[in-house]
Nanobody
């Protein structure tokens, strides 16, 4: 199983980035997909998740009006569109997959990608 996160980079505050997560080696349509992030010296935290069908999405309170998660089961991929970025969004972003459990809990996720760095300058 491989989850390949990409799309990170350096952006000024107020800018946008689109993160992609490409999955292989699993039956993608059976897995809920989430994004987590980890800033230096901090614990990994939930950012957003999307259900198997794509109809249900969940967000951390601090990003829900700025980020949008979506999936394409035909392409085995998930997108995290990030707008109005803030310096506090700076972190390594990880995509992960789970079948059942609490969408906001990292413990529920059985598969993880390698992460992509997002840096927002002020």
């Amino acid at each position: 199983v491989q989850l390949q996160a990409s799309g990170g980079g350096l952006v000024q505050a107020g800018g946008s980035l689109t993160l992609s997560c490409a999955a292989s080696g699993l039956t993608f349509s059976r897995y809920n997909i989430g994004w987590f992030r980890q800033a230096p010296g901090k614990e990994r935290e939930f950012v957003a998740s999307v259900s198997i069908s794509g109809r249900a999405t969940y967000y951390q309170e601090s990003v829900k009006d700025r980020f949008a998660i979506s999936r394409n089961n035909a392409r085995n991929s998930v997108i995290l569109q990030m707008n109005s970025l803030k310096p506090e969004d700076t972190a390594v972003y990880y995509c992960a997959a789970f079948i059942s459990g609490s969408y906001h809990s990292a413990d529920a996720y059985g598969y993880w990608g390698q992460g992509t760095q997002v840096t927002v300058s002020s």
